[in-house]
């Protein structure tokens, strides 16, 4: 028996910030990004993208600035390059109660965090959203932020990763561990609101943290997060094997991307897990119209706004080289830097033209432009040659690209059966993977066997 079509997964891509992956869109008419200041704004798209039964809305962030093209932020401030940014987590209760579905992955740097008022602030929101939040797990890769935060420069790639190891397992103690599922007793008659032999302190002495203390908040719908991570060098593969639920991926071809793929799933069957403990997204940018020629049209307007030279200076800091000091058609050496591993070997040797083409529309997310059945098309030959479960989508002009997206893209994956036509209830977790909790096999679960058992009522 043929097993049914593989549904697609969507997350809208975005930030809170003016320009985020598209640079220089902010500066068409239609687009409100410069908005991105007012709650209204925010509850907007929060309303439209469960609307389209969205999966979720990704809001990436960043501690620093981009500030290694041409040796400062000129063009960064004056493009809006992710400057200025707002932090991503004061925007998800408002936006949770305006919805009921809508999952919402939030990036934080734990490299600057410290895992206990960090976990509880991951619990507050998970509590108040009734269990819609995720976790993109991130280390940081820009030295700005390094020294910003009183250090001379970031760790080395590889030890930033030894570090996140040992954060996720004291947060896994602090979110799965401390309290018991019982440990609430909320009993008005005997005046117990909660019993103390179910709360149990996590004593961790590690490498990196010294945590002595009792988690601050009562077990939530997950309790764990969501956790996302993005991450393709070799370290960062045998990261998500051990703790990413959603990892986020790009690649040039969907052949090139199945090996990714592949390595992932693998890494996941090493940590003891099954591959298809993760699901895996892939950045991709839409223009979408009624019609071939409309869709064409639209892209060539859309260019006119777009600015690619502020996307080599984003890229600039992505792989840690200032690509200003290079000729057009000279070939860049990256060497050995501290940035993002996996993007700065991908693209040594690659001159600044050829990145100036790549950046046409202000980034360099796989561009899609077509009629609703050839952009279904094509994302569906994404979903299944390169065994991926979705995208995330970014905004070009925003909300219209989303709106867009929902009027006539959504349509036609779902006269294809490729796309839920109702959202299930439950956690964010429960309506990927059909559980509330991380399951058995995963890491975090080693911390609930000795304080999960049952105990008398001690009220």
């Known amino acids: 028996m043929i097993p049914p079509a593989k549904p697609l997964l969507l997350n809208a891509f975005t930030m809170n910030c003016v320009g985020h992956i598209n640079h220089g869109m902010w500066t068409h008419p239609q687009d409100r990004s410069t908005e991105f200041n007012h709650l209204s704004y925010w509850l907007d798209l929060a309303r439209i993208l469960e609307k389209g039964l969205f999966d979720g809305m990704f809001i990436a962030d960043i501690l620093g600035v981009y500030d290694v093209y041409q040796q400062g932020i000129a063009l960064t401030a004056r493009e809006a390059i992710q400057l200025p940014v707002n932090d991503p987590l004061m925007l998800v209760s408002a936006m949770a109660s305006v919805t009921e579905h809508l999952g919402f992955g939030l990036t934080a740097n734990l490299s600057y965090e410290a895992p206990y008022p960090f976990a509880r602030r991951f619990s507050t929101l998970d509590h108040l ?112 094997g051990r703790h990413a639920e959603c990892v986020f991926v790009n690649g040039s071809t969907p052949q090139a991307l199945r090996e990714q793929v592949n390595k992932l799933r693998q890494a996941a069957r090493d940590a003891g897990r099954l591959p298809e403990d993760i699901k895996i997204f892939m950045g991709v940018s839409v223009i979408v119209a009624p019609s071939e020629k409309d869709a064409e049209e639209k892209y060539q307007a859309y260019r006119r706004y777009a600015s690619p030279e502020a996307g080599i200076a984003h890229f600039s800091s992505s792989i840690g080289v200032d690509l200003s000091q290079f000729g057009l058609d000279e070939p860049i050496q990256t060497g050995p830097t501290r940035a993002i591993e996996s993007v700065t070997q991908t693209y040594s040797g690659w001159t600044r033209r050829r990145l100036l083409e790549q950046h046409a529309m202000g980034g360099r997310y796989l561009l899609i432009v077509g009629s609703p059945s050839q952009v279904a098309d094509q994302l569906i030959k994404w979903l299944d040659e390169a065994d991926i479960d979705g995208f995330n989508l970014t905004r070009i002009v925003n909300p219209q690209s989303y709106i867009d997206f929902i009027d006539w893209v959504v349509p036609e994956l779902q006269q294809r059966g490729r796309y839920k036509t109702a959202y299930q209830p439950g956690t964010l977790r429960k309506k990927l993977f059909n559980h509330d909790r991380l399951p058995a096999r995963h890491r975090a679960a080693r911390w609930r066997a000795d304080t999960q058992t049952s105990v008398e009522d001690k009220c």
């Not at 269990?131 to 820009?142: A, E, K, M």
């Not at 609101?193 to 908040?217: R, T």
């Open 129 to 240: 959203t009734n269990g819609r939040v995720g976790w993109n797990i991130v280390t940081g890769y820009l030295d700005s932020a390094a020294r910003a935060m009183g250090q001379t420069q970031q760790l080395a790639h590889d030890r930033r990763y030894d570090q996140a190891d040992e954060f996720l397992d004291v947060s896994y103690q602090l979110w799965e561990g401390s309290w018991q599922d019982d440990a609430l007793v909320i009993d008005r008659q005997r005046r117990c609101y909660a019993d103390a032999s179910k709360i149990h302190p996590v004593n961790h002495h590690g490498e990196f943290y010294q945590v002595e203390g009792y988690h601050l908040s009562s077990p939530s719908p997950q309790r764990t997060p969501l956790l996302f991570q993005a991450g393709s060098s070799t370290r960062g593969v045998r990261f998500a």
